[in-house]
C-alpha cells in the first residue's frame, strides 16, 4: 500500500512539473497506433451499437414519456477533453422539475426526483445508452473518467487539483471508478473516484480498457445496481 502511495505521488508530480502535457495524452502510456486502434474502436462499436441498440431506445423513449409526458433525452454539459465543456445525453430518469431551484444536487440512494422508470434505468444503468452518440462525436470514448459539472468539477478542485490532470482523456461510458465505487453522492467518494481515475490515467492500455468493458457489461447483464 505503501509503495502504491509513493507511485501516484511521484506520477502526480512528474504530471505537474509538465514532463505531460494538458490536454495531450500520454506518449509514455499509450502508443499513437494504440491511440489509433482506440479511437477507431470507438466508432465502430457505437455506430455498432446505436443500430443494435435502435429499438431499445424506442422502447425506452415510450415508457419515460408515457410516465410523465415529459422528454425522453435529457441533456446537460459536462466539462470534458482538454477542460472544454460539451453536451452530454441521457435517458431522462428525474421528474422535470428536479433542480428547478437552478442548484446543482447529486442524485441520491433513495431520492426522490427519480420517476419510477428512471429508478430503474440508474441502478442497471441504462440511462447511460445515448452517450453512444457522444462517443461517436468523440465527445467520449468507451473508457475513461466520467465526466462531471463544472459546478462540482470545482468542488473537486478545490480538494484536489489533480484533478485537471484528468483533461488529458476523453471521459468515458464506462470507467474502472464506476464499476469498483459506483455513483457518486458524497464529496468523499468523489475524491475516492479521483484516486481511481488518475490510476486509470497512469495504467491504461488497449488491455485494460477491454478488460473494464467486459466486467461492466457483465456486471449490467447479471443484475449489478452501481
Known sequence: MKMDNEKDIVF????QMGMINEGSENNGVMSPAAKALKRGFDILCSALGLVVTSPLF??????????????????????????RPFMLYKFRSMTVMSEADGRPALCQKNDKRLTRIGRFFREHPLDELPQLWNVLRGDMSFVGPRPERKYFVDKIMAENSDYALLYQLRP?????????NGYTDTMEKMLERLRMDLEYLRDRSLWLDLKIIYLTVMSILTGKKF
Open 58 to 83: 424506442l422502447v425506452v423513449c415510450w415508457l419515460i414519456r408515457r410516465e410523465d409526458r415529459g422528454p425522453a433525452i435529457f441533456r446537460q454539459e459536462r466539462i470534458g477533453y482538454g477542460g
Open 172 to 180: 468515458g461510458l464506462f470507467s474502472p471508478a464506476t464499476l469498483y
Open 12 to 15: 502526480s508530480k512528474t504530471l
